[in-house]
């Protein structure tokens, strides 16, 4: 079975530019969960999907932003890079908000 | 706040010797507490975790943890480390569905 996959790999942007991350959860999972691990340090969560719907959202500010669609797959947007957004993107899923999340590889954002 | 500490940000072993990775939670309640590595580049996976019942937990690739509601702690122990175990090891809690993970011990082992 394939688990949580992720689009691109690899991403350069530069500062005031938009990106669109990708994530496809594993066959089944509804739940889709956001974090951002910048160099250095542990993960650090930006939102949690489930059932189309935002169940939970961290710390960040209003220029990230995220959906789920009806095929429980999710999109990562962020608005008006900044140099500080440079970081692994990681998507985790999971049968519900609940349950033991999976997680990706992961997206490598860098911002110029 | 919910917080995890790793207060060792580096660690060198040599291959074989025996292992113990330190890992301090704050949680009001009853915690939820996972253990993943990350090799380098990759994303993270789950070695072992607690919810409730024996303290002493099993996972993979021979890791160990204890629970110690007393100290606070989770440590991640392991009797013999293979050079294949280098990577950065993380922590986590859960509260209220999401994860809060620790800083990360990167982990070397030497031949």
């Known amino acids: 079975d394939a688990g949580v996959t992720q689009s691109p790999t690899h991403l350069i942007k530069t500062r005031g530019q938009h990106v669109t991350l990708r994530c496809s959860p594993i066959?089944?999972?509804?739940?889709v969960s956001w974090y951002q691990q910048v160099l250095g340090q542990g993960p650090q969560f930006i939102f949690q999907?489930?059932?189309?719907?935002?169940?939970g959202r961290g710390n960040f500010p209003d220029r990230f932003s995220a959906r789920q669609f009806p095929n429980y797959s999710s999109e990562l947007n962020v608005n008006a890079l900044l140099l500080g957004d440079s970081a692994l993107y990681l998507c985790?899923?999971?049968?519900?908000?609940?349950?033991?999340?999976?997680f990706g590889p992961g997206t490598r954002l860098t911002v110029l | 706040a919910q917080s995890v500490t790793q207060p060792d940000i580096h660690i060198t072993v040599s291959e074989g010797a025996s292992l113990e990775l330190r890992c301090n939670y704050s949680?009001?309640?009853?915690?939820?507490l996972f253990w993943y590595v990350q090799s380098p580049g990759q994303g993270l996976q789950l070695l072992l975790k607690?919810?409730?019942?024996?303290?002493l937990v099993q996972g993979i690739k021979g890791f160990e943890a204890e629970f110690k509601r007393s100290q606070s702690s989770f440590n991640l122990r392991k009797p013999s480390v293979h050079w294949s175990d280098a990577a950065e090891y993380f922590c986590?809690?859960?509260?209220?569905?999401?994860?809060?993970f620790g800083t990360g011990t990167r982990l070397q082992v030497f031949p």
């Open positions: 066959s089944g999972h509804k739940s």
């Open positions: 986590a809690v859960e509260d209220t569905d999401k994860l809060i």
């Open positions: 607690y919810f409730s019942g024996d303290t």
């Open positions: 985790a899923s999971s049968l519900d908000p609940t349950d033991e999340q999976f």
């Open positions: 949680y009001g309640a009853t915690p939820y």
């Open positions: 999907y489930y059932e189309k719907e935002e169940r």
